[in-house]
C-alpha cells in the first residue's frame, strides 16, 4: 500500500457533479484526487479473503447473540427482540454493509462493521471508478459495487413482496440523499419498481395498521437510510411490531446486532485465533493500548485512544450512554501525515470493493476525505 500525489483532473469538480456528487467540498475538502493509493494485487486478495471471512463470523455471532439471549449487552429493548428473531430466523433481505480496517504490514485490522446505515457507497463505486477510467484507463480497482448492487437487487425480488420498494431518507443531508438515490437508481436498473419518500413522511394508517406513503398506499418494502437505534427509540418506530403488512424493512433488525460495537467483545470471544481481529472486551482490563468506543455512536464521535496507559487524543459527541467497548489498538497507517482507514464493502454477502478515508487525525470522522485507489 503506498500514497501517491497527482495533480487533479482539469475541471474535476464539474465532472464529479455530473455524477451526481453535489458534495464534494464539505466544510473543506471531501472528494480528493490530489493523491491516490496503491495497492499490488495480493493485498488486495488479502483484504478480500478478510473481508469474506469476517462476514461469515459475523453471521455466526448474530447466531450466537439470538440463540443466547444476550441482547442486554447490545442494550436492545425487549419488545423489538421478536421482531429480530423473526427476520434472523426468515433470513430477512440484507443488501450491503462496510468493514473498516487498518491495513498495517500486510494485514487488515476490523476497527468495526458499519452494518446498518453505512455510506461513502457513491463514491466507492461510482466516482473512483469515473476517476480511475480518466486517470488510469488500464489499470484496475477492487471495485465491483455497482454490478453487485444491481445483481443482487435482481436476486432479491422473490424474496420481497410484490410491488414497490419505499427508499427513505431523512432530509436536509444531501450525502444521505446521494446514497440512497445511488441505491435507487441501482434497483431500478435491476427492475424493480421504486419510490423515494423521506422518513417523516412516512404515515401510520390506525385503522388498517399499515404504514402509507403519501398517495396512501401500502408501504411493504422499505430500505432506510435511518439508524435501527434510532428508530426502535422514536414513538413512531415501534409500530413496526404492530405493522399488519409485516414490511421488508432494509437493512433488517437483526443487523442492528452487527452495527452495535458491542459485537466486538462478541467475536473476539468467539474467534481468539482470527487474524482479522483485534482483542476486544467491556472494561480495559488487562490493556495498555487500548480505543474507547460508546457501543452506539456514529462519525468517529466519543472515541478515546490510550497508548502504553497514557491519554492520546479524543473526540467528543453525544454518545456513550449505553456503554462503551474497548478494543485493543492497532494505529492507522501514517502517509505523508494522513492516516488512512479502508471501508471494505460486502454486498449481497460477497466482498465488493473498497475506499479509503484519509485524516490529519489518527481518529476517522465524517470530515474525513475520500481518496480514490488503483491496483498495480
Known amino acids: 500500500m503506498k500514497r501517491k500525489t497527482i495533480t487533479p483532473r482539469p475541471n474535476w469538480e464539474a465532472k464529479v457533479e455530473e455524477l451526481g456528487f453535489g458534495f464534494h467540498t464539505m466544510d473543506g475538502t471531501y472528494w480528493d484526487e490530489s493523491a491516490y493509493y496503491e495497492f499490488s494485487m495480493a493485498e488486495i486478495e488479502t483484504i478480500e479473503q478478510a473481508t469474506a471471512e469476517l462476514w461469515d463470523m459475523c453471521l455466526e455471532a448474530v447466531e450466537h447473540v439470538v440463540s443466547k439471549k444476550k441482547y442486554d449487552l447490545f442494550h436492545i429493548p425487549r419488545w423489538i427482540v421478536p ?9 430477512a433481505p440484507s443488501v450491503y454493509g462496510r468493514f473498516d480496517f487498518s491495513f498495517k504490514d500486510g494485514v487488515p ?12 457507497l457513491f463514491e466507492t463505486g461510482v466516482v473512483q471508478w469515473n476517476w480511475l477510467e480518466d486517470r488510469f484507463p488500464n489499470r484496475d480497482q477492487f471495485n465491483s459495487v455497482h454490478d453487485k448492487l444491481i445483481g443482487y437487487w435482481d436476486y432479491l425480488k422473490p424474496y420481497l413482496y410484490q410491488g414497490v420498494v419505499h427508499f427513505s431518507v431523512v432530509k436536509e443531508s ?11 437508481d441501482t434497483a431500478i436498473q435491476a427492475g424493480l419498481k421504486t419510490k423515494l419518500i423521506y422518513i417523516d413522511e412516512i404515515g401510520w394508517d390506525n385503522h388498517m395498521a399499515t404504514f402509507k406513503d403519501l398517495e396512501g398506499h401500502n408501504m411493504r418494502n422499505i ?13 413512531f418506530g415501534q409500530l413496526i411490531t404492530k405493522d399488519r403488512n409485516k414490511a421488508h ?7 442492528m446486532i452487527l452495527s452495535n460495537k458491542a459485537i466486538l467483545p462478541i467475536l473476539w470471544d468467539m474467534f481468539p485465533d482470527s487474524d482479522w481481529l483485534l482483542p476486544a472486551q467491556f472494561d480495559s482490563v488487562d490493556l495498555d493500548s487500548y480505543v474507547k468506543k460508546p457501543i452506539l455512536s456514529r462519525e468517529g464521535a466519543n472515541v478515546m485512544i490510550v497508548k502504553d496507559n497514557q491519554y492520546q487524543t479524543h473526540t467528543e459527541g453525544e454518545y456513550g450512554e449505553e456503554g462503551f467497548v474497548y478494543q485493543g489498538l492497532c494505529e492507522l497507517p501514517k502517509f505523508d501525515n494522513n492516516y488512512a482507514l479502508i471501508g471494505s464493502w460486502v454486498i449481497g454477502q460477497e466482498p465488493a470493493g473498497i475506499g479509503i478515508r484519509e485524516s490529519l487525525s489518527p481518529i476517522t470522522d465524517n470530515g474525513s476525505r475520500f481518496v480514490p485507489h488503483i491496483i498495480v
Do not use: C, G, Q
Request: proline share 6%; aromatic share 20%.
Open 223 to 235: 430500505f432506510k437510510l435511518y439508524p435501527w437505534e434510532w428508530l426502535i427509540f422514536d414513538e
Open 83 to 91: 421482531h429480530i428473531e423473526h427476520t434472523w430466523e426468515s433470513d
Open 174 to 184: 444531501l450525502e444521505d440523499l446521494t446514497t440512497v438515490e445511488y441505491l435507487r
Open 109 to 120: 485490522k476490523m476497527l468495526e462493521f458499519n452494518a446498518d446505515t453505512p455510506t461513502s
Open 249 to 255: 424493512w432494509i437493512e433488517p433488525s437483526w443487523k
